[in-house]
């Protein structure tokens, strides 16, 4: 059995993947592995064929493939060694890993670094429970979106959308491009779970109506979706008798939230936090286990695929850094105060900073002119100002290295409030 | 002409044809559906009775308690997914308890092997994870768990290779009988059988009906479930009932054959062909679910499905023959246990229809062979093995269940193909697991066109008809090397 030794091996070529591989190998990483399950590199990007990828991180906007391309293009010649259609079944706690590929067999392989790209999978009926029959016709929105836009095919003629998230609401974009009709996007929370310029590209400018608290109670069909039943929810998120209502069509969507695919991360044993659903982070996208790293959207779920990048560069780069005796001596835990969804990383070894230190964050409603807050103890250490907030879009905060050092007690709280405080 | 035609490919049907295919007698399986064991047979509990639930003396307790050793060779014989977990009936209150013992006693009149009733200490030390507000529980250790539709098609696919025939998407219009023959008209043809038997489940009192009035009426029970992922498969090892009440054995929790937790069915009136699921149905068998297993994570829900059972107005099983027409035969309100007698209730039919005058002689040549490769049940060095002899095996399709390309090839090339996505699902667990075919089914579609020389477009869902794609886009496939279509 083939049992190679590599500098870092990364699961998953995918954006994250990607990244990850090539700041890996620019960071003094002699041998570089990137595995990928399918027969190509770039993951989801490929079937992402709207534009608005790049204006972070190449200042440029690109269509999923195209920024998929331009990793790709650096890899030849990077020295990095690609491996597609590689499944990886199992990662070990001693960083070795097997896998197979139709070619090269069963593979063993060790690693002195492993950095986690599996990117994520999206939430189903059966995980949100929408009653009726079980005809064809019912998707989620990244399956339609592969079907069309990879295989050429479309799903379905009049379709409902249950769910704002991004790849929905360019998923009702995309079926309409195609001519078919869609009768509205429903939203269970009161608030849209996408990008504000998604709703308007994609829902406004095609007069596509986005029905906030409403849910799906009922798909009805035989072979096919005939109709489904809406209705709007109360503040406790049940149907409300008198909205019920049905509405004709022959295909639903689903785009009710993404999971972080973390099976591999689970069995070899990595903490996982609840509410990422991924790997607890470090600063340097270490997890709980030392030498195995991981980044984008097994760690958390992003909405713009730069951010992807940029984390992915450091999950990278510190896999080729990364010295299995070295042991910093402090550990932070940054929690999760009023209104914050999560943060990554949840956990900070300052040593391990050199300038500052991003944490990303979701807030768990909408706030307007909000001020997050970093406290310790009684102290507020740093303030930072929004005009906007919301739980579907991302954010980030950026903390100097001066600032965490005045952590106490090794716990700091992040917190956010509306308004400005004095 | 046939000696004998069998109207339903479900689990009763498919036992018939495979206990008829060891003689040497020309029989044919008439199954409406575009697959074998697709109504009740693929949307229950799955699970093996042991046999104390039958009133002494009736043909559901003779055959459950004859079934379920029965099925525990034929899954050994034909390769079927089996698991013998034994099975736990909770106590809460004495009330309770009155009702086990009543079940202990059924059960030594049923003949049932290895009956206890275990009090709390003893119960929780077999299942951790149940209510410790358990008082006591009454243990089967013969009751099981099963892949219900891959017994189906075990059965049929042998069958099959000892010259049985099966005529799927083959519905039976008209029956009637002249010259001591039967006359069976199906939506594309007329075939004439010297014995019929009416197998077909929910349908079976107006497929009777055809012939002659039925003596019973089916009134379509449904059951409502949650599928829940592999990562609570591990919570319970034992099949887990509650009492049973009038309206049936209970909500149960159980591990799957795959690794899975099942836990339903409430119990509904339904129309014939009613397979909705419903919000009350649903919360129903939650809450009843917690009060076993008070942990359950309903968050990992991959699936919630019903089934309908053909519940008759008789409490009894209907196995019998006609008086008006002798030959033809019914299988009514074969409810549960019904898969767990089912191969009971077939070789016992055969041996009546032996001493009615079919000629049963055996085949010399018959085998009751059938393997099947299960990449994940394979060791590293067997997987290795596998890979060298056919790469296909070392090409995973559907992730959540790491199912390879080899797996669903070896599927589609077996004696009764599938022609659907969850056919290939039902036979290899491909888009089984938690994304739910997200990620594989547009290509285990694209395996099925290619395989059987169809467009990608006439792969259905499941049933025929149940198309998944409306046509191609403007542009076609814009994959790598493929030119966009005119």
Not at chain 1, 129 to 143: E, K, L, S, V, Y
Not at chain 1, 272 to 282: A, E, F, K, N
Not at chain 2, 133 to 157: F, I, K, R, S
Not at chain 2, 355 to 381: M, N, Q, V, W, Y
Request: aromatic share 6%; with cysteine.
């Amino acid at each position: 059995m083939n049992r190679a030794y590599y500098d870092v091996i990364v699961v998953g070529g995918g954006p994250a993947g990607l990244a990850a591989a090539l700041s890996a190998r620019e960071h003094g990483a002699a041998r570089v592995l990137l595995l990928e399950r399918n027969a190509s590199l770039g993951g989801i990007l490929n079937q992402c064929i709207h534009s608005g990828f790049g204006l972070h991180h190449f200042q440029e906007e690109l269509t999923g493939p195209e920024y998929a391309e331009r990793f790709i293009r650096q890899l030849s010649g990077s020295g990095v060694e690609v491996l597609c259609g590689a499944m990886v079944l199992e990662v070990r706690p001693d960083r070795s890993l097997c896998a197979i590929h139709p070619q090269r067999g069963y593979l063993q392989l060790r690693a002195g670094a492993v950095v986690l790209a599996m990117g994520c999978r999206e939430r189903t009926r059966g995980a949100i429970g929408i009653p009726g029959t079980r005809p064809a016709g019912i998707f989620t929105a990244g399956a339609a979106q592969l079907y069309m836009n990879i295989e050429g095919y479309q799903v379905g003629r009049r379709a409902v959308i249950l769910g704002s998230g991004d790849i929905g609401l360019i998923m009702a974009r995309r079926l309409t491009l195609e001519s078919a009709s869609v009768e509205g996007v429903y939203e269970l929370m009161p608030y849209s779970g996408g990008l504000v310029r998604n709703i308007v590209q994609c829902l406004h400018d095609f007069e596509i109506p986005l029905h906030l608290s409403h849910t799906l109670t009922d798909i009805r069909g035989d072979k096919r979706v005939e109709e489904v039943e809406v209705a709007q929810v109360d503040a406790d998120f049940q149907p409300i008798e008198a909205t019920r209502r049905a509405v004709p069509c022959d295909t639903v969507l689903l785009s009710v939230g993404l999971i972080p695919e973390n099976e591999l991360s689970r069995a070899v044993g990595l903490e996982i936090d609840p509410r990422t659903g991924g790997p607890v982070l470090y600063e340097n996208r270490e997890c709980s286990l030392p030498g195995i790293f991981a980044a984008g959207n097994v760690a958390h779920v992003h909405d713009i695929v730069d951010f992807v990048t940029s984390e992915s560069q450091l999950a990278g780069r510190s896999a080729a850094l990364f010295v299995p005796e070295k042991n910093p001596r402090r550990c932070l835990h940054l929690q999760n105060g009023e209104g914050i969804g999560y943060t990554v990383p949840q956990r900070i070894r300052p040593e391990n900073i050199e300038n500052n230190v991003e944490v990303f964050f979701r807030v768990k409603k909408v706030y307007k002119n909000a001020t997050i807050g970093l406290s310790s103890g009684d102290t507020l250490l740093a303030q930072y100002r929004r005009e906007r907030l919301a739980p579907g879009e991302m954010e980030k905060i950026t903390l100097p290295r001066k600032i965490v050092e005045k952590i106490e007690l090794n716990k700091a709280i992040l917190s956010v409030k509306e308004g400005i405080s004095p | 002409m046939y000696d004998v035609a069998i109207l339903g490919g479900g689990i009763c049907g498919c036992s018939l044809l495979y206990a008829l295919s060891r003689y040497t007698l020309r029989c044919v399986l008439l199954e409406k559906e575009n697959d074998v064991g697709v109504g009740a047979t693929k949307a229950n509990s799955a699970i093996v009775h042991a046999g104390y639930d039958p009133m002494p003396g009736t043909l559901m307790a003779k055959y459950n308690a004859a079934g379920n050793p029965r099925i525990r060779e034929l899954c050994s014989e034909l390769d079927v997914l089996y698991k013998q977990t034994g099975s736990l009936v909770l106590a809460f209150d004495e009330a309770d308890r009155a009702q086990i013992q009543k079940l202990y006693q059924k059960g030594l009149a049923n003949g049932i092997p290895g009956l206890e009733i275990l009090e709390r200490s003893e119960v929780l030390a077999k299942e951790p994870s149940l209510n410790p507000d358990v008082l006591c529980a009454l243990y089967a250790p013969t009751a099981g768990v099963v892949n219900p539709w891959e017994l189906a098609q075990a059965q049929a696919e042998v069958a099959l290779q000892n010259g049985a025939e099966v005529r799927l998407s083959s519905a039976v219009l008209g029956i009637r009988r002249e010259n001591d023959v039967f006359l069976l008209e199906t939506s594309d043809d007329m075939l004439k059988a010297r014995f019929v038997i009416n197998a077909t489940g929910v349908a079976s009192d107006r497929v009777t009906a055809l012939l002659e009035p039925p003596s019973y009426t089916i009134h379509p029970n449904r059951g409502q479930y949650f599928l829940l992922d592999t990562t609570q498969g591990g919570l319970v090892r034992h099949v887990v009932f509650q009492c049973p009440t009038k309206k049936g054995k209970g909500v149960l929790v159980a591990p799957t054959v795959h690794g899975n937790l099942i836990v339903g069915p409430d119990s509904d009136p339904a129309e014939a062909h009613d397979l909705a699921t419903t919000t009350e149905g649903l919360s129903y068998v939650r809450q009843k679910a917690l009060k076993s297993v008070p942990d359950i994570d309903f968050k990992t829900s991959i699936r919630n499905f019903a089934g309908l059972r053909a519940r008759s107005n008789l409490t009894d099983f209907v196995v019998r023959e006609s008086t008006e027409n002798p030959g033809f035969y019914e299988l009514g309100g074969i409810k549960s246990p019904g898969l767990s007698s089912a191969p009971a209730i077939a070789e016992d039919l055969v041996q009546r229809m032996g001493k009615a005058g079919l000629p049963l002689h055996e085949k010399p040549d018959f085998r009751a062979e059938r393997r099947i490769l299960r990449f994940t049940h394979l060791s590293a060095e067997a997987r290795e093995e596998a890979i060298r002899r056919n790469p296909a095996y070392g090409t995973i399709v559907c992730r959540c269940e790491t199912v390879t390309e080899g797996e669903i090839l070896d599927a589609l090339r077996r004696p009764l193909p599938p022609r659907s996505l969850d056919a290939v699902k039902r036979r290899c667990t491909a888009g089984m697991g938690r994304c739910q075919g997200g990620f594989c089914g547009p290509r285990v579609q694209a395996i099925i066109a290619r395989e059987l020389g169809l467009a990608q477009e006439e792969v259905p869902l499941d049933r025929a008809d149940m198309y998944i794609l409306a046509g191609k886009t403007k542009d076609g496939c814009c994959r790598k090397g493929d030119a966009p279509n005119e």
